[in-house]
Nanobody, 124 residues
Framework: QVQLVESGGGLVQTGGSLRLSCAAS????????MGWFRRAPGKEREFVAA????????YYGDSVKGRFTISRDNAKNTVYLQMNILKPEDTAVYYC?????????????????WGQGTQVTVSS
């Protein structure tokens, strides 16, 4: 079992930055690929970023490439999402997730555990 708790969301102006954190329980964090997803009101869940177990491989959704950076610290059981040049269309609830297989799946159905989400609101 892995429990995930996101933090770092909030209200920011267009062009600003936020860093999300996701703290995982348990001693097996390094055996999971980690991902970030988001869901905006009235829209489907969207893949944002993923990172492999050791951090060597990272993947990004097209809408965030060049602006967001995913990273992880296995010693701290934490994955991060640095979000820069934020836009109003980035407004959503952001979820982190853990996958027991794969380098960093882009399909949310391949993730085994999910956090409760953190709200990010970008004002125009």
């Amino acid at each position: 079992q892995v429990q995930l708790v996101e933090s770092g969301g909030g209200l920011v102006q267009t062009g600003g930055s936020l860093r999300l954190s996701c703290a995982a329980s348990g001693r097996t964090f390094s055996t999971y690929a980690m991902g970030w997803f988001r869901r905006a009101p009235g829209k489907e869940r969207e893949f944002v970023a993923a990172i492999s177990r050791g951090g060597a491989w990272t993947y990004y959704g097209d809408s965030v490439k060049g602006r967001f950076t995913i990273s992880r610290d296995n010693a701290k059981n934490t994955v991060y999402l640095q979000m820069n040049i934020l836009k109003p269309e980035d407004t959503a609830v952001y979820y982190c997730a853990a996958a027991g297989y794969g380098l960093g799946p882009t399909n949310g159905d391949e993730y085994n555990y999910w956090g409760q989400g953190t709200q990010v609101t970008v004002s125009s």
